[in-house]
């Protein structure tokens, strides 16, 4: 059984620019949720797919957007990168009718902004 | 506005001493709270969790209790290990469904000295 899988591990990226993050899923698992931790701040909810729909999102703004493919498999797409979009981005993955201490992270994506 | 609450960034404990690590949540909406630990480079790890029905909840050496009316949880680890130092996170969920999304606070740092 594989664990929950992102890449890449870092990124540099310019302001303006856009990034697509990648991140399998825990074998089995179909709802995957992202999240964003900020410096010195806790992992912020970004928004969570479940059968390749968005089913539920944080407040950020649209230039956030994400995928999910028949194999489970989901990507994070942020258009026009601003300095402060530089974080840690983690996804976790889980069952629909799980719970959520069954909910996995992984490793997370480092994206700088410059 | 913060709803998840963790106002101590860092805990120092000897090793085999408790640590007691708190959390405050401002939304009386939540039910169901989550303690997760982090190491660098990876992924929270979900570590304990307990329901807004019940005010303590057990596993090992670590215990976590509610005081829904303070609307406070603080995790209790002893004895405390080296193996313990990490980031700690207290996490909030409307529902314990996987389909539900985590509010985190910031974490607090804890060090067990040898």
């Known amino acids: 059984e594989t664990g929950v899988t992102q890449s890449p591990t870092h990124l540099i990226k310019t302001r303006g620019q856009q990034v697509t993050l990648r991140c399998s899923s825990q074998?089995?698992?179909?709802?995957v949720s992202w999240y964003q931790q900020a410096l010195g701040q806790g992992p912020q909810f970004i928004f969570q797919y479940y059968r390749e729909e968005e089913n539920g999102r944080g407040n950020f703004p649209p230039r956030f957007s994400g995928l999910q493919f028949p194999n489970y498999s989901s990507e994070l797409n942020v258009n026009a990168l601003e300095l402060d979009d530089s974080a840690l981005y983690l996804c976790?993955?889980?069952?629909?009718?799980?719970?959520?201490?069954?909910?996995?992270f992984g490793p997370g994506t480092r994206l700088t902004v410059t | 506005d913060q709803q998840v609450k963790q106002n101590s960034p860092s805990l120092s404990v000897q090793e085999g001493r408790i640590s007691i690590l708190n959390c405050d949540y401002t939304n009386s909406m939540f039910d169901y709270f989550l303690w997760y630990k982090k190491y660098p480079a990876e992924g929270p790890t979900f570590l304990i969790s307990?329901?807004?029905?019940?005010d303590k909840n057990e596993d090992g050496r670590f215990t976590v209790f509610l005081n829904k009316s303070a609307k406070h949880l603080s995790l209790h680890i002893v004895p405390s290990q080296p193996g313990d130092s990490a980031v700690y996170f207290c996490a909030a969920s409307w529902s314990a469904g996987a389909n539900s999304k985590l509010t985190f606070g910031k974490g607090i740092t804890l060090s067990v000295r040898p």
């Open positions: 307990i329901s807004s029905i019940k």
């Open positions: 976790a993955s889980s069952l629909a009718m799980g719970r959520l201490s069954e909910q996995y």
């Open positions: 074998s089995g698992h179909n709802t």
